[in-house]
């Protein structure tokens, strides 16, 4: 393809198959994962792969501990710069942080989220 793309997997992906098909920026450990950062003109952009982050796993403790580096990063970058370089923190996941749906689970998955 010729036009860019960025992905992030969702609850019905297989991950060893979503790696194989779609090569995504590392997250700093050097191998394939789920979750990763990039700038992006005036915005950092993080991608969280929020199944790990409902499941409460290994996977989960990981991302957040990365999670929490990249957030300090980006507020250490803040106060070494000028805010007007980079002013934007996108952050995107497949499951929604704020549901306003009537489905059962997306709620408590909003509110564990």
């Known amino acids: ?50 199944d790990a982050l409902l499941d409460g796993g290994g996977d989960g403790a990981r991302q957040l501990e990365w999670l929490q580096k990249e957030l300090a990063d980006f507020a250490a970058s803040a106060a070494a710069e000028p805010r007007s370089r980079r002013p934007w923190l996108v952050v995107a996941g497949h499951r929604p942080l704020y549901c306003s749906m009537q489905q059962p689970t997306c709620g408590p998955e909003a509110e564990k989220l």
Request: proline content about 10%.
């Open 1 to 50: 393809s010729r036009v860019p793309y960025l992905t992030l997997p969702g609850d019905r992906d297989d991950l060893p198959a979503y790696h194989q098909f779609f090569h995504m920026p590392c997250n700093g450990s050097g191998a394939a994962s789920p979750w990763y950062a990039f700038n992006l003109g005036q915005a950092r952009v993080v991608t969280l792969w929020t």
